[in-house]
């Protein structure tokens, strides 16, 4: 069993053992994962909850980069976790890579945490919360969940952070991608990175147009208009004015206990996210279904069969089989 | 058994009595339901399935009205099917009221089916994909199958018909709300209704923020540009513009068989949404989960339990007690 104590006084040795431990399929470890979660939640939830996103190549890692060292020097412990549904089609990560993060990994006030590979995004959702959990029981007050943004993972991660920053490249049409996947919607703060010296007047019209597709869009909070800050990482642009924006947002919401609901409302949501992730596995790794599966998929999708019928056959087959 | 001679000659008694079995709960009803679903299933899937939302009083019923009798006059039959999540609270439908399509109500060509009261979100997708294939095998090539976009509803329309159109008012405010809910994504055609002589300034600049809005959004198909039309449904303008901009689509997307492929795509997230939803009931439904579920969602909502752990001890709770 893993030394709680240690774990408590953030120890990141202990911390990481404890979140290879969640990402077990093994049924004795996933016990014992349950076990650990449960004796450490009364010491969970005292973090700031962030998440973040964006297309490959648009720095996050930098930005994690200095934002951290930056948090860090106000006192904080940073954790960095990642969600990448598509490791299970790349199999592997390309998140939360320390060796992206040099100053960052060396730093015993911060703990990064690639997403292991071959996961289900179930898989990665779970896993994710629980990580939450573990991180906030260690002391890390400051927890950044990054994602590539493929598939749903922006919703995922927007559903278990009490905050979410989209961040976008200047130009590039980044900013319409954002609005096509409907993340635009989903943030709470926009960076506009890489305002570096020469890409700065271009950063400056991006933001401009974020700005006028936020304004088209009816505010998450209507006490918060979402900021679009311009960044550059790399010169350490702006970098105080997105945690001063990360703080405000967070005083804002807590002074009237809009965070707390949100994440209530959060765990409701993840409930029924995770008994439904976990009734589809069980019903596709059920063998007399397996057999019948493709075949019934194919009528399916060729007009044989309506959906409906064909789910019905799927499921009592699946519980009579039980 | 229902006459399946007389419901393929768009017999509307028929047709209604068919739906009225598909809405039934009774385990014998819901089994002849699934008979006749299975035997017309060869006899459907000939028609332009068409999805139409925007907010209460946009005037969907005038426009359903007009375009109706206008695509009749043209040779077709059009089925009018409503979406409405919000029955199980409102204990109604406010949509497909026959009394608000008079003479479309009264023409032979014409079928009008209103909400049943009560229905699950789950349900109403059911109930909804099983009526399309009745009233396609019943020969009507025009369906439109309406919501009022509560909750998820314009997700849930927009992944049963080929073609998603979005009502919005001129000005008021309704373009933006279409951005926040994310519809004007699901769009293939928008219309700025009630662009009658006083509005149509007002309508007219309402078409070039949304014409702007969807400027800044990625295609769901390149050589597809949505049209934005505005119209008034009373004084019978742009009505045919509208249908002839629905027969662009169609004619556009089938040639190259997108048609047929996103109705295969429908087909199999038709049928893992349907499975999920059978299965999240049966749980809800067994006795032995039934007395912890509202214990264990307040643990969770109160963060004494995480979700990752409920879920587990509420599905095998339900597969151990099957």
């Known amino acids: 069993m893993l030394n709680i104590d240690k774990l408590r006084c953030a120890d990141r ?37 962030i998440g973040l996103t964006g297309v490959p190549g648009v720095g996050k890692s ?20 990642a969600v990448d549904p598509s ?5 592997g990560s390309i998140l939360g890579d320390k060796t992206r993060m040099p100053t960052l990994a060396t730093n015993e006030n911060a ?6 590979a071959g996961e289900t995004s179930g898989g990665v959702a779970r896993r994710t919360r629980e990580a939450i959990v573990l991180c906030e029981a260690a002391g890390f007050d400051v927890i950044i969940v990054e994602t590539v943004g493929v598939g749903q993972s922006e919703t995922l991660v927007s559903e278990m952070t009490d905050m979410f920053i989209v961040m976008l490249l200047p130009g590039g049409g980044d900013q319409l991608q954002g609005i096509k996947r409907g993340i ?22 991006a933001a401009a147009d974020i700005q006028q597709a936020l304004g088209l869009i009816k505010p998450r909070y209507p006490d918060w208009q979402v900021p679009v800050i311009t960044s550059s990482a790399l010169e350490n642009k702006n970098i105080a004015e997105i945690w001063t924006s990360i703080n405000d947002f967070r005083t804002l919401l807590s002074s009237d206990g809009r965070i707390a609901s949100r994440r209530r409302q959060q765990a409701k949501t993840g409930l029924w996210m995770e008994t439904q992730n976990l009734l589809l596995s069980a019903l596709k790794n059920n063998q007399e279904v397996g057999e019948s ?15 409906t019928i064909a789910a019905r056959q799927l499921v009592s087959k699946f519980l009579d089989g039980k």
Chains 1, 2 share one sequence.
């Open 184 to 205: 635009v919607e989903l943030a709470d703060l926009v960076i506009v990175n890489k305002a570096d010296s020469e890409l700065q007047s271009k950063a400056t019209l």
């Open 111 to 116: 703990f990064i945490r690639p997403t292991p």
């Open 87 to 91: 490791s299970t089609l790349s199999g």
């Open 62 to 81: 930098t930005l994690i980069e200095t934002l951290g060292n930056h948090v860090i020097s106000r006192g904080h412990k940073i954790a960095v976790l």
């Open 293 to 307: 599966l493709s075949r019934l998929q194919e009528s399916v999708t060729n007009g044989e069969i309506p959906p």
């Open 13 to 49: 040795r202990t911390l990481a053992r404890g979140i290879t431990l969640l990402e077990s399929t093994r049924e004795d470890h996933r016990q014992q994962a349950e076990a650990l979660i449960q004796s450490v939640m009364p010491y969970s939830g005292n973090s700031i909850r």
